[in-house]
């Protein structure tokens, strides 16, 4: 039963697993006064205090909430696409707990006040926590770079500039310097738009074939290259947004090895779905960066399993019927993912492909570190940041049941096993699903 009131909370005969310590056990987590009591075997109703509320958990998963780490909410200037309340109710069906905005809205996230913004709505409207990154230049205009220091004193947990990439060398490089200094993340979107053009979807066969104009894995991994070289440069620590093909995952690895602050993140996505899925020009597939070959998706999956990629993200991206409804070549690229990102990752595991708590890492632990939240984790003491998931529940995606604003998924109708049962956020039981 949902509540407002802080209960204690035991989740008794549990899964638990926490990739913070690798621990994959049976047992109990408890919940008191809003952070994680204890997390062991054989808790058991005598050893709660009274007033708890228990919840058999029949063996289901415990593990920590998920932080996605690259959403778009509409607020402020694009609230017919999403809200912090739509996409917060969204994020709790999905066992999201918090929630990274980025800056691309209107005005974007480029101003100290414009962060105090977004902190005051996600306290009133909100359901889970929400933090923006603020803007890496001013208007995401790419030529003078945002106050990082204020913006980063004001609660911005990292800097980007959404799906647009900095293509001058020089300020990308000063941005680099400047965040150093400030200890702050760089995240950027590795996309060079002058090498991708008019491109639609994945350049290649396929493509030709549909009539597409194509977008080379080039211009991605030529924009990484460069990156690369200004964090050598600079010492700065970079994240790339989202990576989508082999030749990528070459230049990470060659800068992890090389003793760099580097990281990265692929989508749920890319990691699950490739071109061959645009079909009959199916809109609701066309994103930036395209979905690639099957070959790309299988070398981000083998990526994700060794600790290659760091983190996987929803991608999340609402855009209306208005824009979606069009000709693949002119409909807008993105699509909602938040309330299907664990589900649709669960794939992977049920594939073999990936082990649970590897997964769980990269959906909770590593974003957790990466931008100081203190979630991620299952520790005592730790916030009661909690999901509680049924790996084997299956069921078939219906957008109209989404809790989006808008309906651009490219989940619909698919068959998917596993799903977030019960959400609690700061120990507070925020959503059931019944």
């Known amino acids: 039963m949902l509540s407002d009131r802080q209960r204690p909370i035991l989740l ?58 690259r959403a778009f909410v509409g607020e402020p200037g694009a609230e017919g696409r999403e809200t912090i309340s739509s996409a917060s109710q969204a994020a709790v069906a999905g066992g999201v707990t ?115 104009v194509g977008a080379p894995k080039a211009a991605e991994t030529i924009m990484l290259e460069r990156d690369i070289r200004l964090v050598t440069l600079t010492g700065g620590r970079y994240h790339a947004a989202s990576l989508t093909c082999a030749e990528s995952l070459d230049v990470l690895r060659r800068a992890k090895d090389a003793g760099l602050h580097v990281t990265a993140s692929a989508s749920i996505n890319h990691l699950t779905l490739n071109e061959i899925d645009v079909g009959p020009y199916r809109t609701f597939f066309k994103l930036s960066p395209p979905l690639r070959a099957e070959d790309d998706r299988r070398a981000l999956v083998a990526a994700l399993a060794e600790g290659l990629i760091d983190v996987v993200v929803s991608d999340h991206n609402p855009q209306d019927v208005e ?29 073999g492909e990936i082990k649970l708590i590897t997964l769980l890492k990269a959906l909770s632990t590593r974003p957790a570190e990466l931008l100081g939240l203190p979630g991620g984790t299952l520790r005592p003491g ?32 698919a068959r998917l096993q596993g799903r977030a049962v019960c959400t609690i956020v700061a120990g507070r039981t925020v959503y059931e699903y019944v």
């Open 98 to 212: 918090t929630i990274i905005c980025q800056p691309d809205t209107q005005p974007a996230i480029d101003d100290p006040t414009i962060v105090d913004f977004i902190q005051r709505r996600a306290r009133d409207t909100g359901m889970v926590h929400v933090h923006p990154m603020a803007a890496l230049t001013k208007g995401l205009q790419g030529q003078e770079m945002t106050e990082i220091g204020l913006l980063k004193a004001a609660g911005a947990v990292a800097f980007t500039d959404g799906a647009r990439s900095v293509t001058n060398s020089q300020v990308m490089r000063r941005a680099l310097t400047y965040a150093r200094d400030f200890g702050a993340l760089i995240v950027h979107h590795t996309e060079d738009p002058d090498l991708t053009g008019e491109g639609v979807m994945n350049e290649g066969e396929f493509a030709a074939r549909l009539g597409l």
């Open 12 to 69: 008794a005969n549990a899964r638990i697993v926490d990739p913070s310590r690798d621990l994959d056990f049976p047992g109990d987590l408890l919940i008191v006064d809003g952070t994680i009591r204890e997390a062991k075997r054989g808790i058991g109703a005598a050893g709660v205090p009274e007033g708890t509320d228990i919840v058999e958990c029949r063996g289901r998963i415990v593990a920590p909430g998920l932080v996605d780490m």
């Open 382 to 413: 730790a916030p009661a940041d909690v999901v509680v998931i049924d790996p084997d529940a299956p069921w078939i995606v219906d957008r109209d049941e989404l809790k989006s604003k808008c309906r651009n998924t490219p989940f619909d109708e």
């Open 323 to 351: 824009v979606k409804r069009l000709p693949f070549a002119e409909a807008a690229a993105g699509a909602i993912g938040i309330e299907t990102m664990l589900p649709a990752s669960l794939r992977l595991v049920h594939n």
